[in-house]
């Protein structure tokens, strides 16, 4: 792949782009339904090669070409780099569609259009839903490295990604990590005087100057997530699972401290401050909560869970930090372990079918009790028999290992889908809140283990339910700061449904902002 070196850009594409039509490409199947519409592993006909197809949504007719596309179009087309997704080419339908078994696709629309990537085989949020799934040390680091990487050549290139969460970390099986999803991306200027919206990034990956109305913003709004990605990497699970952006703020300053002119110079002017400042004392105690770090990743997580961002290190500086230079080091990407490819898609499926199984499996168990009452005396050989496991009866306990389930959507609640694409904006149901810790069926997925085999959250892969882990960030601890009843996020509520996290189409949110 051609990859242009930081600080220049490659703008000399192919003049045949848009020119292809889809019917170039076999669909093999469904690997994603994003808000942009559903994702398609596909073969190129002519090559044999294997991509990604991305259906660009337009439900909408008249709000025309969706402006996310737009710009993830424009943004990717001068991106190259090898931390880059690559997007290939864009195709066209012109007519009706099939789906991957050759059926209409039900799109009322006649045409359609497709972006066109290089195909990835998991994303880092899959990856390590995998059950038994363990990352090393020097795996962490060169997917950190590599994370760090790509997003300084964004910055550089003066690119904000606006969205950095694991589900939009692509892996392949040479160990290479991808940024992905450009659609909330944006150009920035140095001087940062643009008024940006501040209604970007992923809940639980949004930093506190965003939570906090601020507009006028630059790179280190993805350095937030990056340090939330690290923290969940280490941790095991991710560290702010807010289910709004109270309680996202709240989670936040339990751990990182209360901003304050003192360590936040200029933060009593952002426009929400007022509204969302402790009423009472709130400590750093982000050394003492992850105490059993690695002390260099410590540093270095610290340094990136900076509550003023104009103190928040950058990439460039992360990348030059002791933690990647100090044993174990970060390893090769391609000494890293092979694993079946998966998209969150599929394991979404098969954890509905397992879902299925178990209930027709209790139905079965309800209709004919067999623990009820104690078989007569003379039919305990035959009471013995129907006790047995019934072959195809999912036992207890003894979870199908998933060989390929989607690797994608790290941050996602495992629930039904909800309609938002944020966790924060309407949680599935079974989605795990701190204070409900161990009721949901939330996979206690560790991702990690640190050196010496100590782990560093509770527990190990249950494999089954939504990730988001029992007591999931929750506990730091302290109460609730005083949020305003009806604070600059109204209907922002306990029940999660707060009406600035980003809901089903993030166009009609976002198409009219910056
Ligand atoms: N190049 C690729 N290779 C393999 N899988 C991919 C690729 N691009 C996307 N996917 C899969 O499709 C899913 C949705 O893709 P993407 O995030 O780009 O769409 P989206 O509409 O922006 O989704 P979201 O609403 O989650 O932001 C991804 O999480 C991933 O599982």
Redesign the pocket.
């Known amino acids: 792949m051609a990859v242009t070196a930081p600080g220049q850009l490659n703008v000399n594409e192919s003049p045949s782009w848009g020119s292809r039509s889809v019917d170039c490409f076999e669909k093999l199947e469904q ?7 559903q ?1 398609y ?1 596909a073969r190129e006909l002519k090559t044999g090669e294997i991509v ?1 197809l ?1 259906k660009i949504r337009m439900d909408n007719e008249r709000e025309g070409f969706p402006i996310t596309a737009i710009r993830e179009i424009k943004i990717l087309k001068k991106l190259h780099h090898e931390n880059v ?1 690559k997007l290939k080419e864009i195709v066209t339908s012109p007519g009706p569609e099939k789906d991957e078994q050759g059926k209409p696709d039900g799109n009322k629309y006649k045409g359609g259009i497709y972006m066109v ?4 085989d998991h ?1 880092l949020t ?1 990856l390590a839903d995998r059950p038994g799934m363990r990352f090393s040390v020097p795996q962490i680091k060169c997917y950190m490295r590599q994370l760090l990487t790509g997003l300084h050549y964004c910055h550089v290139n003066q690119v904000l990604h606006r ?1 950095i969460k694991g ?2 970390l ?1 892996i392949d099986n040479e160990g290479n990590l991808k940024l ?2 450009f ?1 909330l991306a944006r150009s920035f200027s140095n001087d940062h005087n643009a008024n940006l919206t501040n209604r970007v990034i992923t809940l639980w990956y949004r930093p506190p100057e965003l939570l906090l109305g601020s507009t006028k913003y630059g790179p280190a709004v993805d350095m937030w997530s990056v340090g939330c990605i690290f923290a969940e990497l280490l941790h095991g699970k991710p560290i702010f699972p807010g289910k709004d952006e109270p309680e996202q703020l709240n989670k936040i300053f339990e751990l990182c401290g209360a901003p304050d002119e003192v360590n936040w110079p200029g933060v009593s002017k952002i426009p929400w401050y007022n509204n969302f400042k402790p009423t009472r004392p709130m400590k750093r105690r982000i050394r003492e909560v992850f105490r059993h770090f690695d002390r260099h990743a410590l540093e270095l997580l610290e340094k990136m869970l900076t509550l003023d961002p104009s103190q928040r290190i950058s990439a460039k500086d992360a990348l030059d930090a002791e933690y990647f230079w100090t044993d174990p080091l970060p390893c090769d990407p391609k000494s890293l372990p092979k694993y079946e490819s998966s ?3 599929q394991t979404k499926k098969k954890r509905q079918q397992q879902r299925q199984h178990e209930e027709t499996a209790k139905r079965q168990k309800l209709q004919h009790p067999q623990h009820a009452r104690l078989p007569p005396i003379q039919q305990s050989g035959q009471a013995h028999a129907q006790m047995r496991p019934v072959p195809n009866q999912p036992i207890h306990g003894s979870q199908q290992p998933v060989a390929a389930g ?1 690797s ?2 790290f941050g996602k609640p495992r629930g039904p889908p909800g309609p938002g ?1 944020y966790p924060g904006g309407n949680p599935p149901s079974g989605y795990n809140h701190s204070s409900r810790g161990g009721q949901g069926g939330y996979g206690n997925t560790q991702y990690a283990q640190g050196r010496g085999g100590a782990p560093y959250g509770s527990g190990s892969m249950s494999g089954a339910g939504p990730r988001g882990g029992a007591g999931g960030g929750g506990g730091y601890g302290v109460g609730a700061p005083n949020y305003p009843q009806n604070g600059p996020y109204p209907g922002s509520s306990g029940t999660g449904r707060g009406s600035n996290v980003m809901g089903g189409n993030r166009n009609q949110q976002y198409g009219w902002q910056q």
């Open positions: 690997i994603g339904e994003g808000t942009y519409g994702v592993m990604a991305k997704i990537f290089e195909y990835m994303d899959g969205d589900s939009n692509l992905a999803d659609g998209h969150e898609f989607p994608h959507h694409r």
